[in-house]
């Protein structure tokens, strides 16, 4: 598990900021290595928590954590918004051995089709830089298709995620 999660961290790195970004990963969560390990450890034990144990995760980032990683909903005025609770989703992710890699870019607001509208700068197609891979769950897609994370979550109110997973190719 620690492996994968090195690997995807160093993926992240080079992908999602270097020359033309995509721009998908808005922050990683500082401890994905710690988590990796401690599921490394249960496993060896024998112990399984369940059928995502040790699977590295992404979040759109308007789904909540606590675990010092922002919620902005992609908006500048929840740019340093660290909630105290988790969403139920959350829990549920972490009590099946998911491991939580960080946030994912999004619409601002989760309202819109292109995910360009964001305060931390818009989210590019990884097939090709100069298009958009839709929205508003635009980054947890272009994420997937750039093999940043085994899977991502995003939302879906009128196609926020069916749309951007059809446009990046997942």
Same mark, same amino acid.
């Given at each position: 598990? %620690? %492996?994968?999660a090195?690997?995807?961290l !160093?993926?992240? +790195? !080079?992908? $999602?900021q270097s020359g033309?970004?995509?721009n998908?990963?808005r %922050?990683?969560?500082a401890?994905?290595i710690?988590? /990796?390990?401690? /599921?490394?450890?249960? &496993?060896?034990?024998?112990?399984?928590l369940? =059928?995502?144990?040790g699977?590295? @995760?992404l &979040?759109?980032? $308007?789904i909540?954590?606590a675990?010092?990683? !922002?919620a902005?909903?992609? /908006?500048?005025?929840?740019? #340093?918004?660290?909630?105290?609770?988790e969403?139920?989703l @959350? *829990?549920?992710?972490?009590?099946? #051995?998911?491991?939580?890699?960080?946030?994912? *870019? &999004?619409? %601002?607001?989760? *309202?819109? #089709?292109?995910s360009?509208?964001?305060?931390?700068g818009?989210?590019? *197609? =990884?097939?090709a830089?100069?298009?958009? =891979?839709?929205g508003?769950?635009?980054?947890s897609?272009?994420a997937?298709? +750039?093999? &940043?994370?085994?899977g991502?979550?995003?939302?879906?109110?009128?196609?926020?995620?069916r749309? =951007?997973a059809?446009?990046? #190719?997942v």
């Open positions: 598990v %620690e %492996e994968a090195t690997w995807y !160093a993926r992240i +790195a !080079a992908i $999602n033309p970004a995509i998908a990963v %922050e990683v969560s401890r994905v710690e988590d /990796a390990r401690a /599921a490394d450890k249960d &496993l060896a034990a024998g112990r399984r369940g =059928p995502l144990h699977i590295p @995760v &979040l759109k980032d $308007n909540l954590t675990d010092g990683m !922002a902005s909903a992609g /908006a500048a005025a929840f740019a #340093g918004f660290r909630p105290r609770r969403a139920t @959350v *829990n549920r992710l972490r009590r099946s #051995g998911a491991i939580i890699i960080g946030k994912t *870019n &999004l619409h %601002e607001f989760a *309202n819109g #089709g292109s360009a509208s964001t305060y931390f818009p989210v590019r *197609n =990884p097939w830089l100069d298009r958009i =891979p839709s508003s769950s635009g980054g897609a272009a997937v298709s +750039a093999d &940043l994370a085994f991502a979550l995003g939302t879906d109110t009128g196609g926020s995620i749309q =951007p059809a446009l990046s #190719g």
